[in-house]
């Protein structure tokens, strides 16, 4: 999948701090690459810089296209977050509307955000290891009637 080099950058930045990332491994190539033309742009053409990190895409590898929701689900709120703390109006906020925006677009092409059976999904459970029983809302110890209340 092609997405900006922004999003890659911020995407790859969130799985640095993900141990035993499969998204980060997958893409490690392109991530070094990408980060040392950006470090030296940084400091010597921020024209070119800009135009790498705006108008240029990149190919992002996902081998477990959940991780990468896992991840941009946890950015947003983190972007989220870091929007409260800015001043409305200001060139901060503004950015990171921007951000927040957009990666909320991608997130929602990819399926939306990942719920929680899906986040639990990716912890080991004790027992047999098999799959997961449906979370129907009933078995042992539930007194509910079968579809009173639910949708």
């Known amino acids: 999948m092609e997405i900006p080099v922004w999003q890659f950058v911020r995407i790859m930045v969130a799985c640095e701090r ?16 990408l980060d040392e033309a950006l470090t ?3 400091q ?3 024209d ?15 081998p477990n296209k959940i991780e ?19 001043r409305a109006g200001s060139t901060e906020r503004t950015d ?3 951000e927040i925006s957009e990666l909320q677009a991608l997130l929602d092409k990819l399926g939306g ?6 986040r639990d999904g990716g912890k080991q459970r004790s027992g047999s290891g098999g799959p997961r029983p449906p979370r129907s ?7 509910r009637a079968p579809d009173k209340g639910r949708r």
């Open 68 to 86: 990468l929701r896992r991840v941009l689900d946890s950015l947003l709120r983190d972007l989220k977050l870091a929007k409260r703390r800015t």
């Open 113 to 118: 955000r990942v719920s929680d059976e899906e």
């Open 96 to 98: 990171l509307e921007f």
């Open 40 to 42: 030296g742009l940084a």
């Open 48 to 62: 070119a810089y800009s135009n790498l990190m705006m108008h240029t895409d990149v190919h992002i590898e996902a």
């Open 137 to 143: 809302g009933h078995g042992p110890g539930r007194s």
């Open 44 to 46: 010597s053409d921020f």
């Open 18 to 33: 993900r141990p035993n990332s499969r998204l980060l491994a997958a893409n490690a190539d392109s991530w070094a690459e």
